[in-house]
């Protein structure tokens, strides 16, 4: 087989006309990690309006072809879905049938994380070619050129850049390997920086273009403040941390939020009574309510909890779940009051969910 080396929703304002529903394209699709450094990245389709489900949805769309990196993390883009593979380490390209529009981009990508986009821009978190994994000195964002389909510039950002927002004009990178957050100036690149109490992983966006960010206690950078901090954009100053036990450190969709962002959905551990007197940790998803700014457990007792994604037709939570990095895993399905749905069997550790409509 050659290798490739490589969403719209319904407004229930009744004044706005209805977005039409592109049958060939509508679901979601979950991103399979595969086994690392082994390949075995895999696509999902779920149409969830028919309920029906598709895995080695990539080969089914283009015979002959596979994918042959690991997908880090992918997300659409202007009507191109851009994945991030690592190992090789490259930027991929497809349109939204899932056909590849060029060969996979290598050049000034270096273990890419995340991605966000703007104008002709996507800005690409990058650890770096040799990174030193206690400090990251040598991490930065790409600047990449959509038309030109190269890098144009690299931006220096040490201390291992994750997930990524825009906001006012600004490019916001959580670091995962200091207790900061960059704040870059697309204009000057001038780079300033917030402090937080723990490293940070992924944001949400709030109505207001404020953020909210995953704090996370990892091994080499311990904290007992992990939980989600909300972020000024205006300011650019830490205005809240709410604090929540456990928040997971897997490079995941640990954080994610429902159609108006009035409920996120972050992924930490919980304490399982065993029932022999002892207590174990298990996978647990909680909710926060945005405007009580109040923690509740969604679902508990979760073996291999990767992530979660919303549903932003329905608002269905669906929570990624990967028992080994060798064989196939899963997504549970609940609705938003957390009543189970139905499970689904994907290919290997799922690590993100893609909404097409």
Same mark, same amino acid.
């Given at each position: 087989?050659?290798?490739?080396?490589?969403?719209?929703?319904s407004?229930?304002?009744?004044?706005?006309?209805?977005?039409?529903?592109n049958?060939?394209?509508?679901?979601?699709?979950?991103?399979?990690?595969?086994?690392?450094?082994?390949?075995?990245?895999?696509i999902?389709?779920?149409?969830?309006?028919k309920?029906?489900?598709?895995?080695?949805?990539?080969?089914?769309?283009?015979?002959?072809?596979?994918?042959?990196?690991?997908?880090?993390?992918?997300?659409a883009?202007k009507?191109?879905?851009?994945?991030?593979?690592?190992s090789?380490?490259?930027?991929?390209?497809?349109?939204?049938?899932?056909?590849?529009?060029?060969?996979?981009?290598?050049?000034?990508?270096?273990?890419?994380?995340?991605?966000?986009?703007?104008?002709?821009?996507?800005?690409?978190?990058?650890?770096?070619?040799n990174?030193?994994?206690?400090?990251?000195?040598?991490?930065?964002? @790409?600047?990449?050129? %959509?038309? =030109?389909?190269?890098? $144009?510039?690299?931006? &220096?950002?040490? *201390?291992?850049?994750e997930?990524? /927002?825009?906001?006012?004009?600004?490019?916001?990178?959580?670091?995962?390997?200091?207790?900061?957050?960059?704040?870059?100036?697309?204009?000057?690149?001038?780079?300033?920086?917030?402090?937080?109490?723990?490293?940070?992983?992924?944001?949400?966006?709030?109505?207001n273009?404020?953020?909210?960010?995953?704090?996370?206690?990892?091994?080499?950078?311990?904290?007992?403040?992990?939980?989600? @901090?909300?972020?000024n %954009?205006? =300011?650019?100053?830490? $205005?809240?941390?709410? &604090?929540l036990? *456990?928040?997971?450190?897997?490079? /995941?969709?640990?954080?994610?939020?429902?159609?108006?962002?009035?409920?996120?959905?972050?992924?930490a551990?919980?304490?399982?009574?065993?029932?022999?007197?002892?207590?174990?940790?298990?996978g647990?998803i909680?909710?926060?309510?945005?405007?009580?700014?109040?923690?509740?457990?969604?679902?508990?007792?979760?073996?291999?909890?990767?992530?979660?994604?919303?549903?932003?037709?329905?608002?269905?939570?669906?929570?990624?779940?990967s028992?080994?990095?060798?064989?196939?895993?899963?997504?549970?399905?609940?609705?938003?009051?957390?009543?189970?749905?139905?499970?689904?069997?994907?290919?290997?550790?799922?690590?993100?969910?893609?909404?097409?409509?």
């Open positions: 087989m050659a290798a490739l080396g490589f969403s719209a929703c407004d229930d304002n009744d004044d706005q006309p209805q977005q039409e529903v049958e060939e394209i509508s679901g979601a699709y979950f991103l399979n990690y595969g086994s690392y450094g082994n390949g075995g990245a895999s999902t389709r779920y149409n969830f309006r309920d029906a489900l598709t895995n080695k949805y990539f080969e089914a769309q283009n015979p002959g072809m596979t994918i042959n990196s690991n997908i880090q993390y992918g997300a883009y009507d191109t879905i851009y994945l991030m593979g690592n090789a380490d490259e930027l991929i390209s497809l349109d939204l049938h899932f056909k590849p529009t060029g060969n996979a981009v290598r050049e000034g990508i270096e273990k890419p994380r995340f991605f966000v986009g703007q104008g002709d821009y996507l800005y690409i978190s990058c650890w770096g070619a990174p030193d994994w206690s400090e990251m000195p040598d991490s930065y964002i @790409a600047v990449y050129n %959509t038309k =030109t389909r190269k890098v $144009e510039n690299k931006i &220096a950002l040490p *201390g291992g850049p997930g990524l /927002a825009l906001a006012k004009g600004k490019l916001y990178a959580a670091l995962n390997y200091r207790p900061q957050v960059a704040v870059i100036d697309l204009n000057s690149e001038a780079i300033a920086y917030i402090d937080l109490p723990a490293v940070s992983s992924y944001f949400v966006s709030a109505p273009e404020n953020l909210y960010l995953a704090l996370v206690s990892t091994y080499g950078d311990p904290s007992d403040a992990a939980g989600l @901090a909300y972020i %954009t205006t =300011t650019d100053e830490l $205005e809240d941390n709410f &604090a036990d *456990g928040v997971s450190t897997s490079y /995941a969709s640990i954080l994610s939020a429902n159609n108006d962002a009035s409920t996120l959905y972050l992924t551990e919980a304490w399982e009574d065993a029932g022999d007197g002892n207590w174990v940790q298990k647990a909680y909710s926060f309510d945005t405007e009580s700014g109040v923690f509740e457990e969604f679902v508990t007792g979760l073996t291999g909890a990767q992530g979660a994604a919303v549903n932003p037709i329905n608002n269905d939570v669906y929570i990624l779940l028992a080994s990095a060798t064989e196939a895993g899963s997504v549970s399905i609940y609705n938003a009051e957390g009543v189970h749905q139905k499970d689904l069997s994907v290919g290997i550790s799922p690590y993100w969910t893609l909404f097409l409509d």
